[in-house]
């Protein structure tokens, strides 16, 4: 994870200006963003060891030093974790074929009714969901992907009225669950997958881009209904946390007649 870890580091640097750091601007640039100097100096390390991270050279910085650049570079939450992650490694996952969701976490979604709700695996394959979210979400079910469904099918973007800002927040969330998961096979094959399929992905996979599920709202274009703005939350399964429970809130066809 080395190589990686250092493509993250250059990407923040270079997105950030050194007006944004509290730093004098001198004369143009060739170069987007910080210099490699100047993020050293603002993290109190050396600029040679910097370097030796952004090369994925086999060292390993502390905490303190992870810590110094995050508050550096002006990682959100998010990032700063992403980040402490690539730099910790870890052990690469087998590749599980079929992954399945146990009988009592696949049978929720449909004990929720007019909800729309399905479960995820580790890399946002569907596991369960009720008729709902078949409706809602024409052409994805069991079997197939949100992220694949989103850059793939044409349906998506008509389904998701702010695609590109809903696209790019999943996009975000692949990329912590790469950094949860390094090296999973199943991860990489999907994201080497979107990466040959959509333009999109080739630009937003390189900017590094990390979040975490939370809840919210999003405008969803009904069949029957209409554009709505639907709240939804996330709640990962007990003893399985790389699989999660997603819910919809739909209003009654009644109160929302008008916003067809």
């Not at 493509?7 to 007006?19: G, N, W």
């Not at 402490?84 to 449909?110: F, K, N, T």
């Not at 999907?190 to 333009?199: I, Q």
């Not at 939350?233 to 809130?249: D, G, K, M, N, S």
Request: glycine residues 10%; contains cysteine.
């Amino acid at each position: 994870m080395s190589t990686e870890l250092g493509a993250f580091l250059r990407s923040r640097r270079e997105r950030l200006t050194p007006a944004d750091a509290g730093l004098p601007v001198t004369g143009r640039r060739r170069t987007p963003g910080l210099r490699r100097e100047e993020l050293a100096l603002l993290a109190g390390i050396s600029a040679t060891w910097l370097t030796y991270l952004e090369q994925g050279r086999d060292v390993r910085p502390s905490g303190q030093v992870l810590d110094a650049l995050a508050r550096a570079l002006r990682l959100t939450g998010a990032e700063q974790e992403h980040l402490h992650r690539l730099a910790g490694g870890g052990a690469v996952p087998g590749d599980s074929v079929g992954e399945e969701a146990a009988p009592e976490v696949a049978g929720v979604p449909a004990l929720l009714g007019d909800n729309p709700a399905y479960v995820t695996g580790i890399c946002y394959d569907v596991l369960a969901c009720n008729d709902a979210a078949r409706e809602l979400f024409r052409g994805l079910g069991p079997g197939g992907n949100i992220v694949r469904w989103l850059f793939t099918e044409a349906a998506a973007r008509e389904v998701l009225v702010d695609w590109a800002q809903e696209a790019r927040a999943v996009l975000a969330r692949l990329r912590a669950i790469a950094g949860q998961h390094p090296g999973h096979p199943r991860v990489t094959r999907l994201v080497a997958e979107l990466t040959e399929a959509s333009p999109e992905v080739r630009e937003w996979w390189a900017q590094y881009d990390v979040r975490f599920s939370q809840a919210g709202h999003k405008r969803l274009r009904h069949p029957r209904l209409g554009v709505l703005t639907v709240p939804h939350a996330a709640f990962h399964v007990a003893e399985r946390p790389e699989q999660t429970l997603v819910v919809y809130h739909l209003p009654s066809a009644a109160g929302t007649a008008a916003s067809r």
